[in-house]
């Protein structure tokens, strides 16, 4: 049953029965309304609806095709459709007339301190208006920036880590001397095009000023990749700071409070930031107030994937926008070549990011790589015979290496295949497909998964962070002198803890594409979200796709796949707009 604010009546009741709107919505417009002085039902349910949009990821709501373009949030995390319902939508003018008109809301002929903001037909919690203007204004401002330096020709690449020379690309060139010669460039580009080789190319040709260098991203994970990957390709680099983007800023935990901010900017000459399309709007902005003008500023990221959990997408945004980053002092470059999947994984992802369903189902029937398995969410996962040769394999791959304490291998070999949901729980969920491959596995393997001991080849996937770890590793249960131990997978080497440390970690037999972001796998079994589920979105599709290298396998129906392809996740915020 969905609950529904007791003191809910009227068109709230109404939204909120629906499933438009959550408790947390209702009471926060409730209480703002209260503040601001505003009793009017429909003022309220755009109150409301801004509170819901911020949570699904949405900076702002835009009143005139909230109608269109809203949709209900599933009950429960489980892919279970919801019926369409006719709501009494305000009439647009009316509404943003109505609002506009409302003592809690600023806006250009009412400049004051309001809960809300309308810019145009765009309402706004004040705070993140503000935050969107002062990330837009910072931005602009470096753009005004003279340049650095005037390379006209992109320094030689380093060569690849097994010796082999790089392949001569443009674009790679180009974003190398946008690095180079402005204090602030945006490098954008799909997995393995090539962002983290550019990042110690870039650092290479710098090494000589012996430039303070900070590398951050969002998550320590994939801060200590990259910092790890520079290590190993720029080896005379000498000390260089790694961490995420919150350590960089020297927040303090369980305040808001932040060491480095515009007064104290953080002490470092360059400053790279991998990952930026899980950054939230609200960091983003404290992260550029915190980089001096005199600091260069390279963001990475690939702006087609899904994007942070928190509000805003920023990344999209200012590779939409045309007024952003810009020269003089901005350069953005978009890298295109996929030099680690195959081609045929290529062509699907750029199906799917063209919008082009037809194409995309074209690309999966024609290739020998990609393959589509019909499951309605009625059979038993574990009888899929595609499903049981994949996971086996992977599975004996890992318990073999893990029996015999070899940690790295039976880390390398957990790589090899990745279950990828959509939901968690339901029959498309994680929890579903990762208990039913595991029980199977428990009657193929010996040893294996019998309980909830734990067991060589144990597939973990931590959910906390540590002094040691960062939720998002994954570790492999092995057999050494000690008895079982975990090997949690760290950049440099497998890091040996005791499983009962990690006795609250997930069942690595399946994840969620959300938290498979940043990470890469030979083969990938994709379980689609049902027909109707507002997670089936071309993000969610292209992040699942593009984590393989070598073979996906789509679980689901042709309609599902067609869905997620036609519906790019909306996500509303006025940075772009001038573009739009
Ligand atoms: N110009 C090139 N010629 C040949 N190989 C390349 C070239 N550029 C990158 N590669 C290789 O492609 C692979 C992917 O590159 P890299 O890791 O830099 O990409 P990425 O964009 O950082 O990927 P991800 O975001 O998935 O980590 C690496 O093995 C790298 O050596």
């Keep these: 049953m969905r609950e529904v604010p007791v003191a809910a009546t009227g068109l709230l009741r109404t939204f909120c029965e629906a499933g438009w709107l959550g408790l947390v919505d209702f009471h926060l417009a409730k209480r703002l309304g209260a503040l601001g002085g505003e009793p009017d039902p429909e003022v309220l349910l755009a109150f409301a609806l801004v509170a819901r949009e911020l949570r699904l990821g949405s900076v702002c709501l835009d009143l005139a095709t909230a109608a269109e373009e809203l949709r209900p949030e599933s009950e429960d995390d489980d892919g279970a459709t919801e019926q369409a319902s006719t709501l009494p939508w305000p009439a647009p003018t009316h509404w943003v007339e109505a609002v506009a008109g409302s003592p809690a809301v600023a806006h250009d002929g009412r400049e004051a301190n309001r809960p809300f903001r309308l810019e145009g037909t765009l309402l706004y919690l004040d705070r993140y208006w503000r935050q969107e203007r002062r990330l837009a204004e910072i931005l602009r401002r470096r753009s ?9 020709t992109a320094p030689d690449p380093l060569p690849r880590p097994d010796g082999t020379p790089q392949q001569a690309d443009e674009h790679q060139n180009a974003a190398v001397l946008a690095a180079l010669n402005h204090p602030t460039s945006v490098i954008t580009g ?7 080789t550019i990042v110690s190319r870039i650092l290479h040709a710098l090494a000589a000023e012996s430039p303070r260098i900070a590398l951050a991203a969002p998550t320590g994970k994939a801060a200590a990749r990259l ?4 290590r190993e390709q720029v080896p005379g680099l000498g000390k260089v700071w790694g961490g995420t983007i919150h350590k960089l800023l020297g927040a303090r935990p369980r305040t808001q409070e932040m060491e480095f901010g515009a007064h104290h900017p953080v002490p470092f000459d360059v400053i790279v930031v991998d990952e930026t399309s899980m950054v939230s ?21 690939d702006p087609h994937q899904l994007r ?35 081609p045929d994984i290529n062509e699907l992802a750029d199906a ?27 059979a038993d996962p574990a009888a899929l015979r595609e499903l049981r040769h994949d996971t086996l394999a992977t599975a004996a791959a890992v318990q073999e290496a893990a029996r015999q304490g070899r940690a790295g291998d039976a880390n390398r070999a957990l790589e090899r295949h990745r279950i990828l949901c959509g939901h968690r729980e339901g029959p498309f969920g994680v929890t579903h497909w990762a208990r039913a491959v595991r029980s199977w596995l428990g009657t193929q393997l010996d040893d294996y998964g019998y309980d909830t001991r734990p067991y060589a080849g144990q597939p973990l996937l931590i959910q906390r962070n540590t002094d040691l770890f960062s939720n998002g590793d994954t570790a492999v249960v092995v057999r050494d002198d000690a008895g079982l ?36 796998f030979a083969e990938v079994s994709i379980v689609l979200p049902p027909p109707g589920s507002p997670l089936l979105t071309r993000e969610l599709l292209y992040t699942a796709v593009t984590r393989a ?32």
Excluded at 227 to 230: D, I
Excluded at 335 to 341: F, P, Q, W
């Design 352 to 378: 799917i990011l063209t919008g082009d369903a037809a194409r995309a189902r074209e690309v999966v029937q024609a290739s020998g790589l990609l393959r589509f398995v019909e499951f309605t969410g009625t």
């Design 227 to 230: 910092q790890q990957a520079v």
């Design 485 to 520: 131990m975990a090997a949690v997978d760290l950049p440099e080497a497998p890091l040996r803890v005791a499983p009962s440390l990690l006795d609250d970690a997930a069942d690595l037999h399946a994840m969620t594409i959300h938290k498979s972001q940043g990470s890469q």
């Design 281 to 301: 709007l609200e960091l983003m902005t404290a992260l550029l107030e915190a980089v001096a003008p005199t600091s260069r500023l390279v963001m990475l990221g």
């Design 549 to 580: 290298q070598e073979r996906v396998t789509l679980y689901g129906s042709w309609e599902a796949l067609a869905a997620a392809v036609e519906t790019p996740a909306r996500r509303a915020s006025g940075l772009a707009r001038s573009a739009d």
């Design 190 to 196: 799909g997995p393995g095009t090539g962002k983290t």
């Design 144 to 152: 005004l920036l003279a340049p650095l330096a005037s390379v006209s």
């Design 308 to 342: 942070s959990v928190e509000a805003g997408a920023v990344l999209a945004d200012i590779e939409r926008a045309d007024d952003l980053v810009t020269a003089p002092g901005g350069a953005l470059v978009r890298l295109v070549h996929n030099y680690r999947s195959k």
